[in-house]
T-cell receptor, first 114, second 111 residues
């Protein structure tokens, strides 16, 4: 059983398009995250949700909009894609953000914007 | 500003011991974590230190000195499968306990 899953694994699209990445965790965790990892491997938190409520929203363009329909799902929608959005996007989860040390990561979605 | 410094690359020989250092400057501190990431893979949790001292988990150990804002990951009996990037990360209570990440250290292991 996959703990944190993401779809799609690869996404190639043209500039200006809108795309979504889906994330699901079956660990029963309360907190979910979206990270962006650039070509230099730098990991940056984008958003964090705790029980469907947004708790972290880093300086991310408004073109990025997370949606959490329930605490097991955190999807990421990106409007008007730009070349600089090309990166690997990781979803992660943890039981409770303030109390737990380990984050469990999904396999990543490699987004390429042409 | 908030920053974590770690070497960009470390090279070692199979069977040897290697230490990856991490120094941090963050507004708050709630613990230092280490993650491993193989090329094309996802980060996976290795260890966590909240208090000063050494934590050992099999071939891997992690050390923390809060007074020096410093920690390290020690890998013993290196195996080729340990070739990966290693990230240190600090939990910052001032920032909703989010993880502040270092830029990662690429560990290259030679036979």
């Amino acid at each position: 059983d996959t703990a944190v899953s993401q779809t799609p694994k690869y996404l190639v699209t043209q500039m200006g398009n809108d795309k979504s990445i889906k994330c699901e965790q079956n660990l029963g965790h309360d907190t979910m995250y979206w990270y962006k990892q650039d070509s230099k491997k730098f990991l940056k938190i984008m958003f964090s949700y705790n029980n469907k409520e947004l708790i972290i929203n880093e300086t991310v363009p408004n073109r990025f909009s997370p949606k959490s329909p329930d605490k097991a799902h955190l999807n990421l929608h990106i409007n008007s894609l730009e070349l600089g959005d090309s990166a690997v996007y990781f979803c992660a989860s943890s039981p409770r953000q303030e109390a737990y040390n380990e984050q469990f990561f999904g396999p990543g979605t490699r987004l390429t914007v042409l | 500003g908030q920053s974590l410094e770690q070497p960009s690359e470390v090279t070692a020989v199979e069977g040897a011991i290697v230490q990856i250092n991490c120094t941090y400057q963050t507004s708050g501190f709630y613990g230092l974590s280490w993650y491993q990431q193989h090329d094309g893979g996802a980060p996976t949790f290795l260890s966590y230190n909240a208090l000063d001292g050494l934590e050992e988990t099999g071939r891997f150990s992690s050390f923390l000195s809060r007074s020096d804002s410093y920690g390290y990951l020690l890998l013993q009996e290196l195996q080729m499968k340990d070739s990966a990037s290693y990230f240190c990360a600090v939990r910052d209570p001032a920032g909703n306990y989010q993880l502040i990440w270092g830029a990662g250290t690429k560990l290259i292991i030679k036979p």
